[in-house]
Nanobody, 122 residues
């Protein structure tokens, strides 16, 4: 499975961005999908995940109520709608795929994209 993220950029605090992740090379609807992020000099951090059919989601506490993950299995896409962005959301955001429900465990995700930079300025 190949994953390609897009939609990152520079935004002011309080603004919104929508990240997209395009999947190819596998049966997308079988995979749980997730977004992780990594800020400079910090470990990669779980952000959110969604199950294979889009019925179950999970979020890290710091983004609850501000970020929404969704997927379109017909288009092999997963999205991350980010609102009320804060400077501490600045990071490279990665899309990841797991063959089963993996939650926040990065080691359970077999496939990763190259990442897209999100920069939030005050």
């Amino acid at each position: 499975v190949q994953l390609v993220e897009s939609g990152g950029g520079l935004v002011q605090a309080g603004g919104s961005l929508r990240l997209s992740c395009a999947a190819s090379g596998g049966t997308f609807s079988r995979y749980a999908m997730a977004w992780f992020r990594q800020a400079p000099e910090k470990k990669r951090e779980f952000v959110t995940t969604i199950d294979s059919i889009g019925g179950i989601t999970n979020y890290v506490d710091s983004v609850k109520g501000r970020f929404t993950i969704s997927r379109d299995n017909a288009k092999n896409m997963v999205y991350l709608q980010m609102s009320s962005l804060k400077p501490e959301d600045t990071a490279v955001y990665y899309c990841a795929a797991a063959p089963t429900w993996a939650g926040a465990n990065p080691y359970a995700y077999h496939y990763w994209g190259q990442g897209t930079q999100v920069t939030v300025v005050a």
